[in-house]
């Protein structure tokens, strides 16, 4: 069956960096874009960074450019995201997911905190 297993997250100071990884298994991951999202708490789940199946191309909302950087390794079946001058308001649980003719995949997620 499909998994993906977020890993990473944790406690940050603001200005820190993060590297998020999502683990997949269960399906053909080189054939499919991979997503990041994050959930902050009381506000709907928001689209954080996109990458093609190939890895040559990405896409991000805005309030994450020039800090976040998407990638996979096709061998590993991985996917990541690297997060760096880490804001307060990037505080959310992160979730990578899939979505597959098959179906749409999501995992457990990982909480991000940044704080002082």
């Known amino acids: 069956q499909v998994q993906l297993v977020e890993s990473g997250g944790g406690l940050v100071q603001p200005g820190g960096s993060l590297r998020l990884s999502c683990a997949a298994s269960?399906?053909?991951?080189?054939?499919?874009?991979m997503r990041w999202y994050r959930q902050a708490p009381g506000k709907e789940r928001e689209l954080v960074a996109v990458?093609?199946?190939?890895?040559?191309?990405?896409n991000y909302v805005d309030s994450v450019k020039g800090r976040f950087t998407i990638s996979r390794d096709n061998a590993k079946n991985t996917v990541y995201l690297q997060m760096n001058s880490l804001k307060p308001e990037d505080t959310a649980v992160y979730y990578c997911?899939?979505?597959?003719?098959?179906?749409?995949?999501w995992g457990q997620g990982t909480q991000v905190t940044v704080s002082s």
């Open positions: 997911n899939a979505a597959t003719p098959y179906g749409t995949y």
């Open positions: 269960g399906f053909t991951f080189i054939s499919y874009v």
């Open positions: 990458i093609t199946s190939a890895g040559d191309s990405t």
